[in-house]
Nanobody, 119 residues
């Protein structure tokens, strides 16, 4: 299984970006998918996550970011509006996926995509 993120870019403060993360490979079931971010010298932190019927957002993105999921395409999106310089980070996709009904969920991470917000 692979997670591939796209959509990172350089944008001015107040602008918008949409990140995508597509899961591919042998997939039986995807439990939850989410986005994390990390800046140098700091721990990776949760931005937003979605599972069946619920979503969870970090306080610092509530009202600005929206996570959504396309179960047919095995893809999760992060719509980021009203971006601030402090949103600058590498954004990582995360998912818990099983490859057969016999196995438990495995934790997968994407390679990361850089988001830079200029002031």
């Amino acid at each position: 299984v692979q997670l591939v993120e796209t959509g990172g870019d350089l944008v001015q403060a107040g602008g918008s970006l949409r990140l995508s993360c597509a899961a591919s490979g042998i997939i039986f079931r995807i439990y939850d998918m989410g986005w994390y971010r990390q800046v140098p010298g700091k721990q990776r932190e949760l931005v937003a996550a979605t599972t069946t019927g619920s979503t969870n957002y970090a306080d610092f993105v509530k009202g600005r970011f929206t996570i959504s999921r396309d179960n047919v395409k095995n893809t999760v999106y992060l719509q980021m509006n009203s971006l601030k310089p402090e949103d600058t980070a590498v954004y990582y996709c995360n998912a818990h996926i099983t490859s057969s009904y016999l196995s438990g969920p495995v934790d997968y991470w994407g390679q990361g995509t850089q988001v830079t917000v200029s002031s």
